[in-house]
């Protein structure tokens, strides 16, 4: 259950590459500038339509071009099943599914799910709630099924209500009260499986992660829905402040998560390099629960893994990578700087050198 082939054309600056990775772990190595995060990107982008680096999609397509495509194979059993997606400057994608047309990027995400691991992940831990509920969500995603409508659904009713507090027409409580019964229904909705997704995730993480490193073992996750009490009654008790900010201030796109050690924010207690490994184990929780839950592998990118880890950290990064059953996709500057990470796993490796945009296998 892997992608056993890619290809990419006019791709930041790639202009034509075809490779066939391999299962379980893909060693992408080159200079600076070359084109490793670009590939990884292009990945990201066959299964979610989007970068992990920018929102500007137009800066995917190679200078002088008018579109990039990403086309893939992903094995799941005995299938093969062929995914593309092509982006134009003029802002139109296009999606393939087994040679059909498809309008929902959801349906890749659903055949291939990621998990990304750069120097930037760390805002999970420094950056802001979105973030974290963008994390939290992507298992969601795959684990509760119902998961998905509830939450387009409760986004659309978010955009009306938000527009009505702007709006403030004179009969705005008669026209909330019709918004207001779906919100907190759609809320409730949300939280539930939300709530029920990182109880899983806990269980699953001091189950079996648990024993790797001594920091996980008094680790707690502590999860805020986005209100306290009836939300009913806290839409009703914000509404003058929500009307002069002209947003809906409590409800589930507040949600929020945070992690704690011993008591204290992990943030605050963890060192740099405790932290990162953190974060790679909670990537593989993630994975793990997917896989189990949903019987998907997923693909896990990792971008310039050597960078800023320990000796030991990355002996540790190693034994959480090479029990989780993802295909990997892993990037450096030189084999030699994730040798210490990769032989120690004992799965099958594929080594691709990238040159100017080239790719050569080694
Ligand atoms: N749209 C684009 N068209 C052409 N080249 C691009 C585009 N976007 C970025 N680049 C160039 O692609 C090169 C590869 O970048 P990157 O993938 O970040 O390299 P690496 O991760 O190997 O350091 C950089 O030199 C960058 O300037
Ligand atoms: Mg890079």
């Not at 990945?43 to 339509?49: N, P």
């Not at 659903?110 to 963008?134: A, C, D, H, N, W």
Request: include cysteine.
């Amino acid at each position: 259950m892997s992608l056993t082939h890619l290809s990419l054309n006019n791709f930041r600056n790639i202009e034509a590459i075809t490779f066939s990775p391999c299962e379980a772990i893909n060693v992408i190595f080159g200079e600076n500038g070359s084109g490793k995060t670009s590939l990884l990107e292009a990945i990201y982008f066959l299964s979610s339509g989007k970068s992990f680096r920018t929102n500007l999609s137009k800066l995917l397509i190679r200078h002088e071009s008018e579109k990039c495509l990403v086309h893939g194979k992903k094995q799941l059993n005995s299938l093969s099943i062929p995914v593309g997606i092509s982006k134009s400057r003029l802002g139109e994608t296009v999606l393939k599914i087994q040679g059909q047309s498809s309008r929902r990027i959801s349906e890749l995400a659903m055949i291939l799910p990621i998990q990304v691991i750069t120097p930037e992940s760390y805002e999970l831990f420094f950056g802001g709630p979105k973030e974290r509920r963008k994390f939290l969500d992507l298992g969601v995603f795959h684990v509760e099924h119902a998961f998905f409508s509830a939450w387009k659904t409760f986004n659309q009713v978010l955009k009306q209500r938000n527009a009505l507090l702007k709006a403030r027409p004179a009969n705005l409580s008669q026209q909330l009260a019709y918004w207001d019964a779906q919100f907190v229904s759609l809320a409730e909705q949300i939280n539930t499986h939300r709530e029920a997704y990182i109880s899983r995730f806990q269980e699953h993480f001091f189950d079996k992660i648990g024993d790797i490193s001594p920091i996980f073992k008094g680790l707690e996750i502590r999860f805020q829905p986005g209100w306290k009490g009836e939300l009913k009654e806290v839409l009703a008790a914000q509404l003058e402040r929500d009307v002069k900010l002209g947003y809906t201030s409590k409800g589930p796109h507040k949600a929020d998560f945070n992690f704690y050690a011993d008591g204290h924010s992990a943030e605050n207690i963890l060192s740099r390099g405790q932290l990162k490994l953190l974060l790679y184990a909670l990537k593989v929780t993630q994975s793990e629960l997917i896989d189990l839950e949903c019987n998907k592998q997923s693909i896990l990118l990792i971008d310039d893994l050597p960078s800023e880890l320990s000796e030991e950290t990355k002996l540790s990064v190693s034994h959480l990578l090479a029990r989780c059953r993802s295909q990997l996709f892993i990037t450096a500057i030189t084999p030699e700087s994730i040798a210490a990470v990769v032989e120690p796993m004992e799965r099958e490796v594929k080594m691709f050198h990238v040159k100017h945009g080239s790719l050569t296998t080694k």
